[in-house]
């Protein structure tokens, strides 16, 4: 599989790798993402973890990687899933989503809302874009909606077409990512921009000129069965488990 665009850039703005509940390595990913897919940006997107972008991002610029990394997290709100990019510091979790938008802004990063609607994920719903949009606040109001998304939790979206159009008409723009937790379905969602690099891609999402894109489900690579049980378990289990292990070890180092 490769999406390949002669004028327009390709971005996969939502991946996963093993430092959340991901099962690729970042090396295997960012490999993956460069020889395989041809991809001009990718967004490590890991759950409350900023530091596996950040590092993702100096390796790829070891190995000499044409695909720009950019850093980001999948920040827990107390309203649902809220991606962040364009950011070099974590913002914190459980926090309200207009209040953790505000946070991503003031680091100059870009908001985007994934698989919305869904209810096979903790995820934003139409009520709470609403009721941001009534405060009237531009600060507190998401870049944009992954208004394409290969996995079941992203298919909701797809149902709400005149939302999305509503949406876009208020200048959200509408991206699309693959929200990939196994190396070979990187790039399964995309989101094509004018441009090649990161700087444009920001700027392309900032005026709403973006297109979204999704594989063909026949064109898609198969997932084994022992990738999706180890994915399961690190989704259920462990990557919770890492998370209230970090939060203990934050409490003991405050008092």
């Known amino acids: 599989m490769k999406v390949q665009s002669n004028e327009l850039g390709v971005a996969d703005l939502h991946t996963h790798s093993r430092a959340s509940d991901g099962i690729g390595t970042l090396d295997t990913m960012l490999e993956y993402a460069e020889q395989i897919v041809h991809l001009d940006v990718m967004c490590i997107t890991d759950h409350d973890n900023l530091s596996s972008s950040l590092y993702a991002r100096d390796l790829s610029s070891k190995k000499g990687y044409k695909c720009d990394i950019v850093p980001g997290m999948e920040i827990t709100t107390l309203n649902g899933h809220l991606i962040a ?11 309200s989503l207009q209040s953790t938008i505000e946070a991503v802004h003031k680091l100059d990063g870009i908001c985007i809302i994934p698989h919305p609607y869904s209810r096979l994920t903790y995820s934003v719903g139409e009520s709470d ?3 941001l949009y009534k405060q009237g606040i531009k600060e507190a109001m998401p870049d944009a909606i992954e208004s394409r998304n290969p996995t079941p939790a992203g298919q909701a979206v797809r149902k709400h077409p005149k939302r999305l159009l509503s949406w876009g008409n208020k200048g959200i723009a509408e991206v699309g990512g ?6 070979q379905t990187i790039g399964e969602a995309f989101t094509l921009f004018q441009g090649k690099t990161a700087v444009e891609l920001k700027k392309a999402i900032q005026s709403s000129h973006t297109i979204p894109g ?10 084994r069965k022992k990738e ?13 488990s890492k998370l209230m292990t970090r939060k203990f070890q934050r409490m003991l180092k405050n008092q």
Do not use: G, W, Y
């Not at 364009?86 to 913002?91: D, K, L, M, N």
């Not at 999704?214 to 997932?223: A, D, G, S, V, W």
């Open 85 to 95: 990019i364009f950011i070099e510091e974590p913002v914190k979790s459980m926090r």
């Open 178 to 183: 693959s929200d990939a937790h196994f190396v």
């Open 129 to 131: 874009l609403q009721r």
């Open 214 to 223: 999704l594989i063909p489900l026949k064109e898609r690579n198969p997932i």
């Open 228 to 240: 999706l049980l180890e994915q399961t378990f690190r989704a259920l289990f462990l990557h919770p």
